[in-house]
């Protein structure tokens, strides 16, 4: 690198305030397990950073199951329905439609709304395509048993019951917060004539936790790192005090993008407070913010434009493109960190094709990858310590107890682990799935923070269709248990 003694200087001080250490990762770890533990026993309305939702689902499938289910994931402008079709042997097959949600539906009545949505599902299930391909109803009745994945905020109170809070994304259709919308699409179906019932309202981690179950035994971990973050996991019931159920043991929704909230604990830069203030959620999911791809350009953003102020970078001129808010995408991160190339010849590409940043020299770019490495290996080390700080608390709760001795630094290393022995962690998300090295570098901080068996008794692994097979999963363990 031919960077000057300006660039080394200012380039170490970076390194230094994005590097996670090992022993920052492991306090992390147990203040998240603290905090986890203070969510599941707070009382109702006391604001815990972790929110520790129960979910009411009781049970994982282990890919045995059999039987035509529905999926239905409203979550913004596109309405998916889903015939999901189990036919045991971890084997399925899975057939959808999506409907566009118009303006006017997103501020109709929601009975409007609902309405939309039970002629959809009635058109999809009675073309003659999808009829076929139904294979038996599971209940011995002709209705369709349904999972409905909603991708706003809900109080949920029952697996097949959750209150509107607040309607997000666009959506303000008068009639539907303060109540539940299980119900309001329940009415609409009948009141259309539409043999469906609702059994099941799904957070999309718990989707993706049950999707990857029937796939994956032993899944004990789903976590989305997509536009946001957010996790669900495995929890015994004796230790969900607001819980009285038989069941052993329930999905619990740990909303873990607030992760202290207060700013007690990460290891948070003046770029990312900066991205903080400006934002429309100031003080809210800081953790998030670090993390997920809705943030991480903004990060890279703020600290290149620092660069610029200073004149280490680009000569101390910006672009017009540069200067706007979100102007650098986390995509472009992960072009960035792929190129290899001697001369980053991509990174200059992408510099001027999408921010207008000409004659950038082979330093600058040096300094633009490595601002991309530092901020995406802190996000990738932040989500290894959220998902070993939940296997953590699986060790201790009883469930992957097995493991105790294995999963701990200075553990005696096994050289081969038994497939059933394995704790498998399903995730969606882009940032995952695309983004290079993130991966192999959230293994590496599984391994600093629960030992050198971390990397055979750990496994991550894609699960993508939490929203329809996920679902679809949630509303045949309702069923099952009622
Ligand atoms: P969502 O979470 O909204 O369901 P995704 O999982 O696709 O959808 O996540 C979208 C986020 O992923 C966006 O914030 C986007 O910036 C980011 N993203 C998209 N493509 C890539 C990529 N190739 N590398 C890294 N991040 C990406």
Not at 227 to 249: F, L, Q
Not at 291 to 310: D, F, K, P, T
Not at 363 to 369: G, P
Request: with cysteine; charged share 20%.
């Amino acid at each position: 690198t031919k960077w000057s003694a300006l660039q080394k200087e200012a380039m170490s001080t970076l390194t230094s305030q994005f590097t996670v250490s090992t022993t920052k990762l492991q306090q992390l770890t147990e203040a998240f397990v603290q905090h986890m533990n203070e969510g599941l026993t707070a009382q109702k309305g006391a604001c815990k950073d972790l929110a520790m939702i129960p979910t009411y689902v009781t049970g994982r499938p282990d890919g045995h199951e059999r039987g035509s289910y529905l999926a239905l994931d409203l979550g913004g402008t596109n309405l998916r329905v889903c015939l999901i079709t189990l036919k045991g042997d971890h084997a399925l097959e899975s057939h959808q439609r999506a409907f566009k949600v118009s303006d006017h539906l997103q501020e109709a009545h929601v009975s409007e709304l609902m309405d939309f949505i039970a002629a959809s599902i009635k058109d999809f299930i009675t073309s003659e395509h999808i009829s076929s391909k139904i294979v038996e109803h599971p209940s011995d009745s002709e209705t369709l048993e349904l999972g409905f994945t909603f991708s706003f905020p809900v109080t949920q109170t029952a697996i097949d019951a959750g209150v509107l809070l607040r309607w997000t994304k666009g959506f303000c259709c008068p009639g539907a917060v303060g109540n539940d919308v299980v119900q309001l699409l329940q009415e609409a179906l009948n009141r259309n004539g539409v043999n469906v019932h609702v059994a099941a309202l799904v957070n999309d981690t718990v989707g993706t936790l049950l999707a990857h179950s029937y796939t994956h035994p032993n899944t004990f971990v789903g976590a989305i790192f997509g536009t946001g973050t957010n996790g669900a996991y495995v929890e015994t019931t004796r230790n969900i005090p607001s819980i009285s159920s038989p069941a052993k043991e329930m999905l619990v929704n740990i909303e873990w993008g607030n992760f202290d909230k207060d700013k007690e604990f990460l290891p948070l830069t003046i770029h990312d407070n900066k991205l903080d203030k400006e934002s429309i959620n100031p003080g809210v999911h800081v953790f998030e913010k670090m993390i997920s791809g809705m943030y991480l350009g903004e990060i890279a953003r703020n600290v290149l434009l620092n660069l610029i102020g200073q004149r280490i970078l680009f000569g101390g001129v910006s672009s017009e493109i540069l200067n706007k808010h979100y102007a650098l995408e986390t995509k472009f991160m992960s072009d960035i960190e792929k190129d290899t190339s001697s001369t980053l010849t991509a990174t200059a590409t992408i510099l001027e094709q999408e921010l207008n940043i000409r004659n950038s020299t082979v330093a600058d770019r040096e300094i633009v990858k490595t601002v991309c490495q530092l901020v995406g290996n802190r996000a990738a080390r932040l989500s290894a310590m959220a998902t070993a700080a939940v296997i953590r608390q699986g060790l201790s709760n009883g469930i992957q107890e097995k493991h105790r001795h294995l999963l701990r630094v200075g553990a005696t290393v096994v050289s081969a682990v038994d497939e059933k022995d394995v704790i498998n962690v399903g995730i969606d998300g882009s940032v995952f799935e695309h983004y290079p090295y993130f991966e192999g570098r959230m293994t590496e901080g599984l391994e600093e923070l629960l030992g050198p068996n971390a990397r055979h008794i750990i496994k991550l692994g894609i699960a993508r269709d939490g929203s329809g097979v996920g679902a679809a999963l949630a509303a045949l363990i309702a069923t099952k248990n009622n």
